[in-house]
Every structure is written in C-alpha cells, then in structure tokens.
C-alpha cells in the first residue's frame, strides 16, 4: 500500500438511496475535491476548517453532474488520520458512478478493499484488533453481536491485552536487567513474586480465550438441523422461524428431499437453520439420498432441532433419531399440540434435558424455544461488555501467548535458570504484539483486510 496516494471509494450501499457518500482520503484529498465542487458560498475547500461543511455542486469538464454537500476533515483528526473529504450526492446508482470518476479524474486512485481502515490503522488511530472489530461491526446480524463487536472497537480487549503484555514486558525488564548488569543496585529478581504475576497473566489469558466460543455464537451463530420422521412439521417450524415460506408445506409425508438452509435471527441468537428430509426408511433413491444428508447433517450440526408429532405415538423411526442425539446439543419438540395428544412425552423428557411444546402452524411456543436455547447455549449469560475474541487469529496468538507463558512458570517450577523464563515470556510479548499488531508481517496486514468491504 502507497500511503502516500490519495483514494476514493464509494463507501454507502451500490444501490439507489436517499443519499450516497463518495470517502477521499490523502493528503492531497482537499485539493483534489476542491478541482470538482463547487461551494454554492464560493468558499475553497481548501480555506475551510476541519469537521465542516459546505452545499454546493459536482462539475466535470464543465457539466454540472449533482448537488452535493462536501465534508471536510483535517489530517490527523479523521478516519484514516489523513486529510479527508466526503461528499454527499444523491444516491441513484449512475449519479454516483459519475461522482466517484470525476474524482478519479482529478488525481484520487480507486481504493482497495479495507484500504481506508488499514491507513487508520498504520496512522495508529487504532490497532489490529480494534480494526477487525470494524468489519465485525458491520456484519453483525443481531443486536448482541453489534454490542459485542462496539465494546472491541473502542479497544475493551486490546485493554485487556496490553494489561497482561505490561506486566509481562515489567519482569522481562527486570530480568534482563538483572541479569546484564549485575555491578548495578538492582533489586534481585524473586521468584515467588515472579511466580505470581506469571500465574495471573496466565488466568487472563485463559479467560479470553474462553471467550472465544461466545464470540463465535454472537457472530456466525449456532449451526442448526431441523430433524425428524417425514410429517411432523418440520418445514412449517422452518417456515415460522425464518418469516417467510422458505421451505414447500404439503400434507404429503417426505415432501422435503433436500436440506433447505436460512439463516435466522432470534432475539440476539442468530441460528444457521437447516431443514432436512424426514429420516425414516425410504422408498426409493432419490428419497433415500435425501435421508442420507439429514443423517450426515445430523452428525455435523452444533444445535439439534428434534421434531415429534404430539398427535402420534412414538414409532421406530422416532426412536431410531432419540438414540442418535443422544451425544449432541439437543432441543426436543413435541409440535402441533393444538391437536389431541398421544405421545409420551415422559419418554420423551427421559432422553432430552430440553423439551417444549410448540404449534407451528399456529405459531404457539416460539418464545419457549428462543428460552430453550438460551439455556442450551447460555446465549442469556453472555456479557457483551465483556471483551471477546472473534476469530482463529486473535484465538491462535493468544493461546500461544499463554502457553509460552505456561512454559515459563514449567521452567520456574522445575528449577531451571532465570534466562530459560525469559526467553519464554518474551516470546509471549512478541506474540501478543502480533496480536495487536505492533509487531506485523505484511502478509499478516494484507490476511486481516481482505475481507474488508471497498469503502471501508
């Protein structure tokens, strides 16, 4: 990346809107703005102070192609830290498109993906952590994940981090001292002191990283599977789920041959929902390929959804399915219980530690289902304001940070030199300044934006 460019991006939706935003960030940004608007107050961009704004119009050889209202921010107090202009243009796709090559036109370059984050980044108005919380922001899809992502954007982790990477950086200094000026009045290191701020930042360390699963839930949600015998409501909990006809309802058993998928959103526990074929012995070979998915799906999903009909006895199939979640997070549903019941439920409540009654078709107990889960997962027990880590990265670097912590109160205990804890405990620093990216390969720069949105 060339900071020394100056970029642009359209950094609203591509679609028609009220309004769409043009970023141009550099530090030729004002200058380059100032050759295409024009303030209707005859004012420069240029002359203008940061955090301000003018009404006027985009020019381009001449033409006048849109009203725009031109936002100024002053280098280093923006975004990027750069010197920044966002101009606001009606949002119709073509007018926009126009817009944003009259500044190509006059000097900008198109922006990569999260280039405007990344400059932010390298300007060090924020680190490497707080940078993936941007983009975790923008694809939350629960009101949770949002809360979640907001508390790692304003740095609540790299707190956390920077916390534990102090005390450790104290007694490596302390240690190196020690050790290359021994002339010197430096107080001899102790190693039952030693010992227990090793422990602590290791008890840290351990708590974010059990972070981790919360952390995945809020973001990519609970993969689900919606599992039964044919003609127990399972593509019409589907449909009550998702809002909308998502999976084919019939009165005919095995209407469902493939596995219909959606993605659901239920009071901040999002589910990545699957509705299989009835699993029962089929009849022929197309059937029996659509068993065999929902069997493969039933082993592969973190969330079972497991459909009984109240108005039929239990059969062999119902059986066949009881015995095969008994080793998987399971949620038992005894649907249309607007209809005389006739199944035992005492047999169903001996092998699930959850079971509700539902109708889907009437949509009756779907908040006892959120509750379900909730209780499953601990989904209600998740404190947001609580720092969690996202993905593999953060996770991987922070659990070799602790195991070289680990190693270095191993070497303590089993009496081996102060230099051997050392070596261990800086090799933490180094990994934790990974983690926020004080230390940073490009390559490792270039992995973390490119899943960036241009524009962002």
């Known amino acids: 990346m060339d900071i020394n460019t100056t970029i642009a991006a359209i950094s609203t939706a591509k679609s028609s809107a009220g309004i769409s935003v043009i970023r141009v960030s550099g530090e030729d940004a004002i200058t380059i703005a100032d050759r295409i608007f024009k303030a209707r107050s005859n004012t420069k961009l240029c002359d203008m102070k940061g955090y301000t704004c003018a009404l006027g119009d985009i020019y381009t050889d001449g033409e006048k192609i849109d009203e725009c209202i031109a936002t100024v921010f002053r280098a280093p107090h923006s975004y990027t830290g750069e010197n920044v202009v966002e101009l606001s243009c009606h949002g119709g796709v073509y007018v926009t498109a126009r817009v944003l090559r009259a500044v190509y036109d006059a000097g900008a370059i198109a922006a990569q993906a999260g280039e405007f984050t990344k400059r932010a980044f390298f300007n060090g108005k924020l680190d490497l952590i707080e940078a993936e919380a941007v983009m975790d922001i923008i694809s939350s899809r629960s009101k949770a994940s949002v809360r979640a992502a907001l508390e790692v954007k304003d740095g609540a982790l790299s707190k956390q981090i920077d916390e534990i990477k102090a ?89 469902t041959r493939d596995i219909v998928e959606e993605s659901v959103s239920l009071n901040d526990i999002i589910l990545n929902l699957s509705d299989t ?135 303590l205990h089993i009496g081996m030199t102060f230099d051997a804890v050392t070596v ?21 720069v270039d992995r973390v934006f490119h899943n960036f949105c241009v524009g962002k």
């Open 424 to 444: 261990s405990i800086e090799e933490a620093i180094n990994y934790l300044c990974e983690l926020t990216g004080e230390r940073v390969t490009d390559e490792v």
């Open 167 to 255: 005390a450790l950086l104290n007694k490596a200094a302390h240690l190196n001292a020690w050790a290359d000026y021994p002339e010197e009045d430096i107080p001899e290191v102790e190693g039952g002191e030693l010992l227990s701020a090793l422990t602590v930042a290791e008890t840290k360390l351990k708590d974010i990283i059990k972070s981790y699963d919360n952390g995945r839930i809020l973001k990519d949600g609970i993969d689900s599977a919606i599992v039964g015998k044919p003609n127990v409501g399972k593509s019409t909990l589907m449909n009550l789920l998702a809002g909308y006809d998502k999976s084919i309802v019939t009165s005919v058993a095995g209407t």
């Open 277 to 411: 074929a009835g699993i029962h012995e089929a009849g022929d070979e197309i059937e029996s390929i659509g068993v065999e998915k929902a069997k493969k799906k039933l082993s592969s999903a973190s969330l079972i959804l497991c459909v009984f009909d109240s108005s039929n006895e239990l059969e062999k199939d119902d059986l066949d399915i009881i015995g095969s979640v008994k080793n998987i997070p399971s949620i038992a549903i005894i649907n249309k219980s607007d209809l005389p019941q006739k199944l035992d439920e005492e047999k169903i409540k001996s092998n699930f530690k959850e079971v509700i009654r539902m109708s889907a078709k009437n949509s009756a107990g779907i908040n006892d289902l959120i509750n379900a889960i909730k209780r499953v997962y601990a989904v209600g027990d998740i404190d947001t304001t609580h720092a969690l880590i996202y993905n593999e990265r953060q996770r991987s670097l922070t659990i070799k940070a602790r195991n070289c912590v680990h190693d270095a109160i191993e070497a």
